[in-house]
């Protein structure tokens, strides 16, 4: 059973950098066709992603972070972070790690690939403030 | 980026209640659709994926259907652990985007 916990500062002065890690338990970050997200929710609002890695290091990020975001994994411990430069407190919210699993769905006379995000941890809460 | 709306925003039910959740892709995105419900204090967890397909674990009281730009999420006979809010997500493009919540509550 793959677990995911959070782990990080929950206070963090504007201008600051955000940095959260996320560990993984009972599966593996070197797993071949996983991603690694984050995903975040601020109070009162919906989720958003932030971006994902996968065992190679490629990653993808969401614009609307204007190229503050950074996620990086560290496969000798078994965890991959975030971090977050130049905190407001816009960036206030619930931070949320997850695991992103492929899966080959077949029909009639093919495959088609799907991505979920299949475990996720219970969240840490961070708040930007002075 | 692909937006994601879904109807109603909130909604009071009993249990024993069928429930039906809406979910709109601004543009088409296959069947490439996920579902998770969110409730304070525990991990997300995902429902349904590809649009229809149950997650393991998951009850079979819930369903997914649709396929395109307009998706539904069913709750059939809800369960007290069901309030909640839910969540659609479009895994066809990156960024990834959630559709704005719908709160299931009791009446």
């Known amino acids: 059973q793959v677990q995911l916990q959070e782990s990080g500062p929950g206070l963090v002065k504007p201008s600051q950098t955000l940095s959260l890690t996320c560990t993984v338990s009972g599966g593996s970050v070197s797993s071949g066709t996983d991603y690694w997200s984050w995903i975040r929710q601020p109070a009162e609002k919906g989720l958003e992603w932030i971006g994902r890695?996968?065992?190679?290091?490629?990653?993808n990020y969401n614009p609307s972070l204007k190229s503050r975001g950074t996620i990086s994994v560290d496969t000798s411990k078994n965890q991959f972070s975030l971090k977050l430069s130049s905190a407001t407190a816009a960036d206030t919210a619930v931070y949320y790690c997850?695991?992103?699993?492929?899966?080959?769905?077949?029909?009639?006379?093919?495959?088609?690939?799907?991505?979920?995000?299949?475990?996720w941890g219970k969240g840490t809460t961070v708040t930007v403030s002075s | 980026d692909i937006q994601m709306t879904q109807s109603p925003s909130s909604l009071s039910a009993s249990v024993g209640d069928r429930v039906t959740i809406t979910c709109r892709a601004s543009q088409t995105i296959g069947r490439y659709l996920n579902w998770y419900q969110l409730r304070p204090g525990k991990a997300p967890k995902l429902l349904i994926y590809a649009a229809s397909i149950l997650q393991n674990g998951v009850p079979s009281r819930f369903s997914g259907s649709g396929s395109g730009t307009d998706f539904t999420l069913t709750i059939n006979s809800l369960q007290l652990e069901d309030f909640a809010t839910y969540y659609c997500q479009q895994s066809d493009f990156t960024p990834l985007t959630f559709g704005p919540g719908t709160k299931v509550d009791g009446k």
């Open positions: 890695i996968n065992n190679s290091g490629s990653t």
């Open positions: 997850a695991r992103e699993r492929l899966i080959a769905v077949r029909s009639t006379d093919s495959y088609s690939y799907y991505y979920y995000l299949d475990v």
